[in-house]
């Protein structure tokens, strides 16, 4: 079952965030993700929920998933996101 995560991505600083892309990037690759989309100008349809930069990446499964979130090539990453970012994550999977 194929999941998806949905992230709500506001970034502080460009130019270290594009540390963490340049690191995440290969990281989503090896474990089968990869990038559906990122949109800085999203269509509100209904709603108060206006994401600055709608991000939305697919994995295998929750379970592929949760295993690059937990990895521990990735917590590095997560500490630079947060330095350079802040995000909304969400994740589903499809039956």
Known sequence: MTAYV?????IADP???QKYIDGVTPLIDKAGGRNLL?????????????????VIHQFE???????????????PLKELRRKYSTVKVVAGENA
Request: aromatic share 12%.
């Open 15 to 17: 130019e270290g965030f």
């Open 38 to 54: 990122i949109d800085g100008n999203a269509l509100v349809l209904e709603g108060d929920w206006r994401p600055a930069t709608l």
């Open 61 to 75: 499964s929750k379970a592929v998933l949760q295993r690059f979130w937990d990895s521990a090539e990735y917590q």
């Open 6 to 10: 949905v992230i709500d991505l506001n």
